[in-house]
């Protein structure tokens, strides 16, 4: 079982940065064997993958609307998930979900119906 909260959202100008934060409730051994994700969803739309990450970093995915703005990284000692967000665009305005899954996140890790919990998420407002 995996609890996750998410915090670090907010209002920004575009261009500006904001680093995301996730707390998982969970033992470590749970932690350090799932595979974490941020999903955002933008107003009216779906919920889509932003970026993953494998429970030692080898593995990490971006959706290639935010490669090379934000990284996703992961501090297994404490349990926490981080995603830095810089350059933000209006376009990036959405309401953040950080995941996790025990599966092995594949070419599937997009799809938000295969991650097993979710956080409440936290809102990410660019304005131009």
């Known amino acids: 079982q995996v609890q996750l909260m998410e915090s670090g959202g907010g209002s920004v100008q575009a261009g500006e940065s904001l680093r995301l934060s996730c707390a998982a409730n969970?033992?470590?051994?749970?932690?350090?064997?799932?595979?974490m994700g941020w999903f955002r969803q933008p107003p009216g739309k779906e919920r889509e993958g932003v970026a993953s990450?494998?429970?030692?970093?080898?593995?990490?995915y971006y959706n290639d609307a935010v490669r090379g703005r934000f990284t996703i990284s992961r501090d297994n000692a404490k349990n926490m998930l981080y995603l830095q967000m810089n350059g933000l665009k209006p376009e990036d305005t959405a309401m953040y979900y950080c995941a996790a899954t025990s599966k092995r996140a594949g070419t599937w890790w997009r799809d938000s119906s295969r991650w097993n919990y979710w956080g409440q998420g936290t809102q990410v407002t660019v304005s131009s």
């Open positions: 990450i494998s429970p030692r970093e080898s593995i990490i």
């Open positions: 969970a033992t470590e051994y749970t932690y350090n064997t799932h595979f």
